[in-house]
């Protein structure tokens, strides 16, 4: 059984070092298995938690993945990955090679029927996987991370192959970069992954093909579902009775902003040294480089904050709740770059981008808070579907909208003009992800005064809770 390990705060090697007490182990040709001699110019010189693949029971290192991990992880002419990339791949990698052996195929098995060579073998159990209910993406993502090592395997000369462990050829596609522009590229495509999204279906698609149609998402980085007024209005009495403010005040301020798991819980202290902003104001936080607010593609945006949420945070923020968490968080030099919103043991729910060779936080206690309580509790109050924290940004948009709405049908907004609000509010680029709230607005016949009658409610609801 191949698993995956993970050192705190691992130093590559040089091939004289050792690393606690063990010395710098070497491959069968005398090289250092896990780390070579570094450039002194080399800036990746630490990870906060890197990962080896080793045999469970044995105890042996997986030689070429490692060195392949290694390679991505440290080599100054490869591009630079985040560290929870390089865990990723590992995890891939390993869920790979116990595939393989549990089937009994050997990782570099090179054999002239197509079937039993070590890929195809692969994709056909990850098939059998998907069938019975795993992420069609995540075997995808184990077959292209395969693909990627075995051609570094190739092309470094730990392996050869007289008969191709895949078949390839370039397709153009269309593209749309990120200030809009259309734009076609040359992509590969392997028959592999092809072959394998042809012939699988998960019971997670059957499932959602029975329940829910795309009348009933809007495909916004995932197939989000905004919630209903009334649905709104449950969410809030959830937060309430689950008794954690600083969660209640994160998921106002993506319901306000339309931001992102890693945008909203990336906002530092310095974010709020305003005095002057009134509840009714709006206030406008600039977000992606150099800002400390992570975004998609570190993409520039603004978040527009309104003035009640703003001054709520604000107020938490002196709080002895607060205080209590910042006392045991780590520091970052400037107690202004310290998170929002941290954990009760002081970390933050998703560390930044400056911040991942320090701890790598994903956002994993929120989505199992959202899983293992405030659905529950949702649940008791009739809320009957499945709600991650990205279906807040698609409430977000739907709020633009019915808050909006009445203009167009009185003639002082035309429909364009509407779509540039939603696409401003929510940092899109694309008219078409716009345009699909639009739609669901007219499908589902929500009330145009939504937007107005949840911020009454929210702030009825939210003056004594402290």
């Not at 029971?57 to 080599?75: C, H, S, V």
């Not at 990955?81 to 549990?102: F, H, Q, V, W």
């Amino acid at each position: 059984m191949w698993n995956v390990t993970t050192v705190k705060n691992f130093l590559p090697l040089t091939p004289k070092a050792s690393f606690n007490g063990i010395a710098n182990p070497k491959g069968p040709d005398g090289a250092p298995l896990l780390c070579w001699e570094q450039s002194p110019e080399l800036d990746r010189t630490e990870i906060y938690l890197y990962p080896i693949i080793a045999n469970s029971i044995t105890g042996e290192l997986w030689t070429e993945a490692n060195l392949y991990l290694f390679d991505k992880a440290f080599n100054i002419d490869l591009p630079a990955l985040e560290p929870e990339t390089i865990l990723s791949k590992a995890k891939d990698l390993a869920e790979m090679r116990n595939i393989l052996d549990g089937d009994g195929t050997d990782y570099v098995l090179d054999i002239v029927h197509k079937i039993y060579r070590p890929t195809y073998v692969l994709c056909e159990r990850l098939g059998e996987k998907a069938d019975l209910g795993r992420s069609k993406d995540a075997c995808v993502r184990i077959i292209r991370n395969s693909i990627d090592m075995y051609e570094w395997m190739q092309e470094n000369k730990l392996a050869s192959f007289k008969y191709p462990l895949w078949r390839e050829q370039n397709r153009t596609v269309r593209v749309e970069d990120n200030i809009g522009r259309i734009m076609y590229v040359v992509r590969r495509s392997f028959d592999l992954i092809s072959d394998f999204r042809n012939s699988t279906i998960s019971a997670s698609e059957v499932i959602i093909a029975n329940t829910q149609s795309l009348d009933d998402v809007i495909v916004d980085g995932g197939r989000l579902t905004p919630l209903e007024p009334n649905e709104q209005i449950m969410l809030m009495q959830s937060l309430r009775e689950s008794n954690r403010y600083s969660i209640g005040l994160s998921f106002q301020f993506s319901l306000s902003t339309g931001a992102r798991i890693e945008s909203t819980f990336t906002v530092r202290k310095k974010h709020f040294e305003r005095d002057d902003v009134s509840d009714d104001d709006f206030v406008y936080i600039a977000a992606g480089p150099i800002t400390g607010i992570d975004t998609k593609y570190n993409k520039p945006q603004l978040l527009e904050l309104s003035g009640f949420i703003y001054n709520k945070i604000k107020t938490y923020l002196t709080s002895p709740h607060y205080k209590c968490r910042e006392a045991v968080a780590p520091h970052y030099g400037n107690e202004r770059d310290q998170y929002v919103f941290l954990t009760d043991q002081g970390n933050p729910y998703y560390s930044s981008s400056d911040h991942r060779n320090l701890h790598n936080f994903d956002g994993g206690t929120i989505r199992k808070y959202i899983s293992e309580t405030l659905i529950p509790i949702m649940q008791s109050k009739g809320f009957n579907r499945t709600f991650t924290f990205h279906d807040l940004r698609a409430t977000c948009g739907m709020n633009v909208v019915n808050a909006n709405l009445h203009l167009i049908e009185s003639g002082k907004m035309s429909r364009d003009g509407l779509l540039n609000l939603v696409m401003k509010k929510l940092n899109q680029n694309s008219v078409d992800v716009a345009v699909q709230y639009l739609g669901y607005k007219n499908r589902h016949k929500l009330e145009s005064d939504t937007a107005q009658a949840w911020e009454a409610y929210l702030m009825s609801q939210w003056e004594d809770w402290q």
